[in-house]
């Protein structure tokens, strides 16, 4: 495992595609989901990912995107359980790995 920041979990290319978009307008807004979602894993983990660990980037694209979808405070009460749930099974996994 590599130092926070030295490797990227998911390139903003990949997070466009998961996320179906298809410009680039907001591109700096993505890779500032990113980093923010990386450096969420690291907190909650101790630990760094790079791009090869297929959880880890499910992880970054899963929570990506539900940033990216509720982006307004009052969407949160809107936010699914379910996803919180599968974002929650996965780190917990990721604690071991």
Do not use: H
């Not at 989901?33 to 760094?48: F, S």
């Amino acid at each position: 495992m590599q130092k926070v920041g030295e490797f990227m979990i998911i390139t903003t290319e990949e997070a466009k595609q998961y996320l179906k978009i298809d410009n680039d307008d907001e591109d700096s807004d993505i890779q500032s989901l990113i980093d923010g979602a990386e450096l969420y894993l690291y907190n909650a983990t101790g630990k760094t990912f790079d791009n090869t660990n297929p959880l880890a980037k499910l992880y970054c694209r899963i929570l990506v995107t539900e940033w990216y979808e509720n982006r307004s405070l009052m969407e949160e009460y809107k936010t699914s359980g379910k996803v919180r749930f599968t974002l929650q099974s996965i780190m917990l996994q990721l604690q071991y790995c």
